[in-house]
Nanobody
């Protein structure tokens, strides 16, 4: 089973940019979908963005569509989340996730995903 490791979180100011990375432990199947979720204190985990590993099709939550960009590098076995124009409300622990269930597309619910990383904290100060 694939393992995921996030990195790139930190403390930034409103308006700054940050790039998160999610490294996978093995060659990712072409059928995989991968995604980013976030969870703020006292709130439920919410979908941020997703990508189909095979063809790089992407999909986003409306709240981040104009500011965040998800991408992947097959050779590096890594997925990225470029976050621009960050806002204090983007503060959360960010998780990457993966699923090989191609029957659900695009997977936007946390229950659609099987494998999760440990999370990386993103804090945006005003």
């Amino acid at each position: 089973q694939v393992q995921l490791v996030e990195s790139g979180g930190g403390l930034v100011q409103a308006g700054d940019s940050l790039r998160l990375s999610c490294g996978t432990s093995e060659r990712t199947s072409f059928d995989y979908s991968m995604g980013w979720f976030r969870q703020a204190p006292g709130k439920e985990r919410e979908f941020v963005a997703g990508i189909k590993w095979r063809n790089s099709n992407t999909y986003y939550a409306d709240s981040v569509k104009a500011r965040f960009t998800i991408s992947r590098d097959r050779n590096k076995k890594t997925m990225y989340l470029q976050m621009n124009s960050l806002k204090p409300e983007d503060t959360a622990v960010y998780y990457c996730a993966a699923t090989s269930n191609s029957n659900i597309y695009p997977p936007r619910e946390s229950g659609d995903y099987v494998t999760w990383g440990q999370g990386t904290q993103v804090t945006v100060s005003s």
